[in-house]
């Protein structure tokens, strides 16, 4: 398995995982489980997480290469 297609995989798998998270979300909403309020801060904190875990990946990796 190439580099190219490898990090391709591990896109394609972050953007599934968001899509199917986005999805449930749209679900309970629109399905009165919770509030649209409660649904928007819901989303902005998976927005949250998934920038801070990129972030985290990205300073980590950039401290491997100073070694």
């Known amino acids: ?6 990090r391709t995989l591990v ?5 599934g995982s968001f899509l199917s998270l986005v999805f449930g979300i749209v679900t309970l909403a629109r399905t ?7 649904a928007t801060l819901m ?4 927005i949250g997480l998934y920038v801070g875990f990129g972030i985290l990946i ?3 990796r950039l401290i491997n290469q100073l070694d």
Do not use: D, E, N, R
């Open 1 to 6: 398995m190439t580099k190219s297609t490898k």
């Open 11 to 15: 896109g394609l798998g972050v953007l």
């Open 32 to 38: 009165a489980t919770v509030t649209p309020q409660v």
């Open 43 to 46: 989303f902005v904190a998976l």
């Open 58 to 60: 990205i300073v980590y």
